[in-house]
Nanobody
Framework: QVQLVESGGGLVQAGGSLRLSCAASGRTFSSYTMGWFRQVPGLEREFVATISRNGGLTHYVDSVKGRFTISRDNAESTLYLQMNTLKPADTAVYYC?????????????????WGQGTQVTVSS
């Protein structure tokens, strides 16, 4: 089992940047494929990015490609999401999630552990 705690959200103007962090505790962080998801009230949770156990493979939803970067520090048991050139459409609660599967995935049902979320608000 792993516990996840997100931080780094906030209010930013369009075009600005934020870096989200997800601190993990419990089982060995490097044994999990990790992902970032986001959710707007009334809508389904949306995949944002995923990263393999060793960080060598990543995948992004088309709407954030070239603007967001997912990374991880297995020595520090921390997942990151660097978000640049933010848009009002990026406003959502952002969640990190851990999957025990080796394959990266954009399917939220394959992620077993979730953080509590951090709010990101981008003003126009």
């Amino acid at each position: 089992q792993v516990q996840l705690v997100e931080s780094g959200g906030g209010l930013v103007q369009a075009g600005g940047s934020l870096r989200l962090s997800c601190a993990a505790s419990g089982r060995t962080f490097s044994s999990y494929t990790m992902g970032w998801f986001r959710q707007v009230p009334g809508l389904e949770r949306e995949f944002v990015a995923t990263i393999s156990r060793n960080g060598g493979l990543t995948h992004y939803v088309d709407s954030v490609k070239g603007r967001f970067t997912i990374s991880r520090d297995n020595a520090e048991s921390t997942l990151y999401l660097q978000m640049n050139t933010l848009k009002p459409a990026d406003t959502a609660v952002y969640y990190c999630a851990a999957s025990p599967l080796a394959e990266i995935s954009w399917e939220p049902t394959l992620y077993e552990y979730w953080g509590q979320g951090t709010q990101v608000t981008v003003s126009s």
